[in-house]
């Protein structure tokens, strides 16, 4: 491992602690030797190919697959009616045709009644190679009845609107949660609603109401979805290779869906191509790959196509949101009320924590100090792909950081005030933390005027003020936008926080082997993030062992503890905790066996740089190396002291971290074509302790270019028929490093008091916070026009339509 | 890539190509570059029962002076072309809308034929070859015949090159000291064009003498904008230039997709067209 900024040095000359290090994986990754799951191959292996609904809504008729039965090297057909056909020994329904979502809905494996999605998954053809299995769905014949489809989530719930969910029941698409509830609630709706009203009545008072709507949008990880299911006929053992963040909870998910015996169920998640959300849920894929692999008896493989990523695996967003912010003339926040339309597709399958139907969105009342906030959301059901966690998914943070980013933007406007300068005035004090927000979030730490000043700084905000004016002399548009967030991360309390009934605490172990070398075992999977470097930083921070001698484990639940895996901003807040909990048990472990060594008591040892040594006489001591071939010797150890090193650990968050940051974006825009310029990108992030500075820069690059991503191009848009018009990457843009600018990044730290090494977690942090940054930047460039606000993404078109006080309902992009 | 199954043959020459496209029947495709097919095959629009793969045949590749023109094969690769000290003295629109087609791994297969020949409305290089009036050599079972530009882009991806012919090679006439640019309007800087306006102008003591303007992606085929041809012949300063691009969208019929309305790509094919002619003339 290259040390490429300062970091601590053991007495052996290594590098052990926090700082930039360059990752371990990296030697694989840049030499194309990671090994997916497309690249997994076992012998006997059968290839799979899905048949994909054409349309939005329709009912099924009759499917016909003798042709493709009929086509040589075919081994199998399922449809839903085969699959309703076999029964399930389980508690979660009573055949394989649906199964259990992350919300406690249900979702059609193989659709049997009607089709609910345009690319819906039909049927699974079984083949001796994917081409045959791609010839073979080709072949089967689908009757259909096309149905009116629910496009606009805004026209779900009229009188007479067609009912997507007939199969459970229901007259109309509203959705239940698991508690009973068809609205979400969140802070006081009584104290926020008099609030506005007496702001409303007072003259020395405005309040600002705003449309905003934060359009779905898709991960679109470079690696697909896919997996290799292999069930040995005579071990009666499941292996499932699979692209899963969360290998254990998922491990769990197939027990209680195949009423599988769990201890015979073995996940393994190798590496992961990027997963942004995406590869938490469980979809109709990979439950197939494993009844194929029941069915026919030799190991199946299902990998998807781009095309089917983008149009059926879990989106993102699809909040309609009306925010009211009610002020005092001269800028003092008062009160925050927000009503959210959410689309949540044809199936429920959101993954939020149980008690959080609308995950984490209700931190919304942001950053700033004021008494009243109150949110309501409304899921309902549309003919779009379910899912609703992906892209960062924050568990919605991103949604409410979006809203009132643009609501104290919207108010500054409205002001006539500067909204860096608002900001400041309405902005949490540091000797208010810990802080109780109106939503009942306990924010732990933060020193929030500090680090917008510092973001400032570096934007030298005032300059850039002033050259806006001159441009807008001269008829140019430039624009300064900045966002201000504040995220809760780290999911979760157990008593709080749980995905169908899994509580969301971390195991870990650490084994250190006689000659001091080390393995550390995760339960959190890396899709790239680095936890292969950063955890093997914290095992070193902690216990002097080098990076180097510390091998992570993670993905496979037969070598891992139980945990709930990568996504959220969870892994360093959660296991980076269990992490350095668990070196410190060894650690203490150590100075007994290190006491026995040096023939004293425990207590008279101290540490330093990897070594316990005698207080007051430094030479006396051993190392940790040293310490750990003496645990595994002859040496007569204190009666009860087992000897060895190991130590496992399992981490119950007492709280959420809340990382923070304030971004400024510098956006030009040309009035000719509408097309807006990203110049400068500043981001000045505080996420606590940085275990390894560089990663966090890389955590926060890609996140801003995310960011740009949805505020200026991403879209999943649905004509209204049904289509999904963004299907391709030549349809749902990504920005590229053509599209950014060289970020300017800036730090300040500020750790978590609760946090053992003080770490709050980054992982979405940039993904949260720019595009606020850069639609407020994009508005202030038009304000000239009497702008005040436009939908994501900020196409060229969109932008000069609403240049011409006409911008387009984003959503529907063709009607 | 899981295209249906199909055969394949790789001539090497062009008479062995189209004998075997004759041979292969209607369901028989060339390929050349494959930049545009394979995207087809993949995504299994197309089933082609044969493949001729054409990328081998000496005759189609390369560029040379012949007369008052500059003759390419089609085979050439986009990178060849725009970096031609010919095709850049004599032919300079082409290599400039030529380095705005994709990405350089692209550009080192794709060839000029090839896109030519694919005659996608998006496609960069058919607005060139109708502003520059290209003539077309297209080699079939009854041997060659030449075409115009106006008579070479027939439809949606469509051309006068028949099922059993082969595009065999382009021709420009030389224009030596026009001024010229290839305006392209995209989302990402490697995607397809929204609109893009391709113009040459000869500059006569200070004004615009003659103008050449081609329009990407605002019909079926690319259009020739001979209004505003004819209305900026004298034009000696922006204004002028501004007005005369105000018909740069009269006769043209741009379709509507997730990218941009019919009605935006109208406004951008006025604003593009000034931009475009602005920066070939200098004015
Ligand atoms: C990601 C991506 C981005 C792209 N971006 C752009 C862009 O911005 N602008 C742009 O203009 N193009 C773009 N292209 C297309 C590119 O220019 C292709 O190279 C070109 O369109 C086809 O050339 P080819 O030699 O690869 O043709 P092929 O793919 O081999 O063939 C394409 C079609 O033309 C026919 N054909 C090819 N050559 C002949 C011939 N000599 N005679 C008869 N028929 C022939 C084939 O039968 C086939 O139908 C892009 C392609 C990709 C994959």
Redesign the pocket.
């Known amino acids: 491992m290259t040390a490429v900024q300062e970091v601590p040095i053991s007495a052996g000359g290594n590098p052990i602690g926090f700082g930039s290090m360059k990752r371990v994986e990296d030697q694989r990754f840049v030499r194309g030797q990671g090994n997916y799951v497309d690249d997994v191959n076992l012998p006997g292996m059968l290839h799979s190919a899905i048949l994909r609904s054409p349309w939005a809504h329709a009912r099924i008729k009759s499917i016909d697959t003798s042709a493709a039965e009929a086509l040589p090297g075919v081994i199998a057909v399922l449809t839903g009616k085969a699959l309703e056909g076999i029964p399930r020994p389980s508690l979660l329904g009573d055949n394989f045709a649906w199964m259990p979502t992350l919300s406690y809905d249900t979702q059609a494996v193989l659709a049997t009644d009607k089709v609910r999605f345009q690319g819906q998954e039909v049927a699974f053809v079984i083949a001796e190679s994917r081409y045959i299995a791609k010839d073979a769905v080709e072949l089967i014949d689908v009757d259909y009845e096309p149905l009116e489809p629910v496009m606009d989530a805004k026209r779900a719930m009229d009188p007479g609107a067609p009912v997507i969910r007939d199969d459970k029941g229901q007259t109309d698409n509203s959705i239940t949660d698991v508690h009973g509830h068809k609205t979400w609630e969140s802070g006081n709706a009584i104290s926020t609603a008099e609030a506005i009203a007496r702001a409303e009545a007072d003259p020395n008072c405005v309040v600002v109401t705003q449309e905003v709507m934060y359009p779905r949008v898709h991960p679109a990880p470079m690696e697909t979805c896919g997996s290799v299911a292999h069930m040995d006929k005579v071990t009666g053992q499941l292996t499932l290779y699979t692209t899963s963040q969360a290998p254990h909870a998922h491990r769990t998910v197939y027990a209680m869906v195949a009423g599988l015996p769990e201890q015979k169920i073995r996940v393994i998640s190798p590496d992961i191509g990027g997963g942004f959300g995406n590869k938490v849920g469980v979809y109709p894929g990979y439950v197939l790959s494993i009844l194929g692999t029941i069915v026919t008896g030799k190991p199946v493989k299902w990998i998807e196509d781009r095309g089917e990523n983008l149009m059926s695996t879990s989106f993102a967003r699809d909040y309609h949101m009306t925010g009211k912010i009610a002020a005092t003339k001269d800028g003092k926040i008062l009160a925050v009320d927000v009503d959210v339309l959410a689309d949540h597709g044809a199936f429920n399958g959101v993954a939020q924590p149980t008690n959080y139907p609308a995950g984490f969105f209700h931190i919304f009342s942001g950053s700033y100090d004021y008494p009243d906030a109150h949110c309501k959301v409304t899921p309902v059901y549309t003919n779009k792909a379910p899912g609703g966690v992906a892209y960062a998914c924050s568990f919605r943070i991103t949604e409410a950081v979006y809203v009132i980013e643009r609501l104290v933007d919207c108010l500054a406007a409205e002001l006539g005030m500067d909204p860096a300068e608002l900001r400041l005035k309405n902005l949490l004090k540091p000797e208010q933390f810990p802080y109780t927000s109106p939503t009942g979030w306990v924010y732990d730490s933060g020193q929030y005027e500090k680090t917008m000043r510092v973001a400032m700084e570096i934007a030298g905000y005032d300059e850039l003020r002033r050259e806006q004016a001159e441009k807008r002399a001269r008829g140019e548009y430039m624009g300064i936008g900045i966002s201000f967030f504040t995220e809760g991360v780290g999911a979760g309390p157990r008593k709080d926080m749980d995905i169908l009934g899994l509580g969301m605490a971390d195991g870990i172990e650490l084994r250190v082997h006689p000659t001091g070398k080390a393995v550390l075992r995760l339960s959190v999977m890396s899709q790239g993030q680095g936890h292969e470097t950063t955890y093997a930083q914290i095992v070193a921070h902690e216990l002097g062992i080098p990076p180097e001698d510390i091998d992570v484990v993670n993905g496979d639940t037969d070598q891992t503890p139980f945990g709930l895996g990568t996504y959220g901003s969870r892994s360093m807040p959660v296991s980076g905790a269990a992490a350095a909990i668990v070196s410190r048990k060894v650690k203490e472990r150590a100075r007994i066996v290190a006491a026995a060594a040096l023939e004293c008591s425990p207590d008279d040892l101290e540490w330093e740089l990897g070594r316990w040594s005698v207080k007051g006489d430094k030479e006396r001591g051993k190392t940790i190396q040293e310490i750990a071939l003496l645990s595994h010797s002859s040496l007569e150890l204190p009666e009860g002291v087992e000897g060895h090193l190991d130590a496992t650990a399992v981490y119950n968050p007492p709280n959420l971290t809340y990382p923070y940051g304030a971004y400024i974006c510098v956006v030009d825009v040309d009035p000719g074509t509408g097309v807006v310029k990203v110049r400068r990108f500043i981001a000045v992030d505080d996420c606590g302790t940085r275990v390894n500075p560089m990663l966090v820069d890389g955590q926060v690059h890609g996140g801003i270019a995310d960011g740009i991503g949805m505020a200026l191009m991403e879209l999943i848009a649905f004509d209204t028929d049904g289509n999904n018009l963004g299907g391709s990457f030549?349809d749902y843009l990504l920005p590229t490093s053509m599209e950014c600018p060289s970020f300017e990044l800036g730090e300040t730290v500020t750790p978590s008091p609760h946090h053992p090494i003080g770490a709050k977690g980054v992982g979405e942090s940039a993904t949260v916070g720019s595009p606020a940054a850069v639609v407020n930047a994009v508005m202030d460039a038009l304000a000239p026009f009497g702008v005040r606000h436009a939908d994501m993404p900020l196409t060229p078109s969109n932008v000069w339509r609403a240049i011409q006080g006409n911008p387009i309902r984003v959503d529907m992009a063709i009607e | 890539m899981i295209p249906v199954a199909f055969d394949y043959v790789r001539p090497s020459t062009v008479d062995e190509a189209v004998a075997a496209l004759v041979a292969g029947g209607e369901d028989a495709?060339?390929?050349?570059?494959?930049?545009?097919?394979?995207?087809?095959l993949r995504l299994r629009l197309?089933a082609p029962s044969l493949i001729v793969d054409?990328?081998r045949i000496d005759e189609?590749i390369g560029i040379r002076e012949e007369g008052d023109s500059i003759v390419i094969g089609?085979?050439t690769?986009?990178h060849a072309v725009m970096n031609n000290d010919l095709v850049k003295r004599y032919v300079t629109l082409l290599a400039q809308a030529t380095a705005?087609?994709?990405?350089p791994q692209?550009?080192h297969?794709?060839?000029?034929?090839?896109?030519?020949?694919?005659?996608?409305p998006?496609?960069?290089?058919p607005a060139v070859a109708a502003a520059l009036d290209a003539t077309f050599t297209?080699a079939g079972p009854g041997g060659r015949r030449t075409v115009g530009a106006s008579d070479f882009f027939v439809d949606y991806?469509t051309t006068a090159?028949g099922d059993d012919?082969?595009?065999?090679s382009v021709s420009f006439p030389k224009r030596e000291g026009w001024g010229s640019h290839y305006e392209?309007f995209?989302r990402t800087a490697?995607?397809?064009?929204i609109v893009g306006v391709a113009a040459a102008v000869r500059m006569e003591g200070g004004r615009i003498a003659e103008a050449r303007i081609g329009l990407t992606n605002v019909g079926t085929t690319p259009i020739r904008a001979r209004s505003v041809e004819a209305a900026l012949v004298g034009a000696a300063d922006a204004a002028a230039i501004a007005a005369a691009s105000e018909s740069a969208a009269d006769g043209t019929a741009p379709t509507t997709d997730i990218h941009a309305d019919a009605e935006y790509r109208n406004h951008l094919t006025r604003v593009l067209t000034k931009r475009a002619v602005q920066k070939a003339s200098g004015l």
Do not use: Y
């Open positions: 030549m | 495709k060339v390929m050349v570059g494959g930049q545009s097919l394979m995207p087809v197309g054409c990328s189609m089609a085979g690769t986009h705005t087609v994709a990405d692209i550009r297969r794709g060839t000029m034929g090839g896109s030519l020949a694919h005659a996608d998006a496609g960069d290089l297209i991806f090159v012919e082969v595009l065999a392209k995209n490697q995607a397809w064009a």
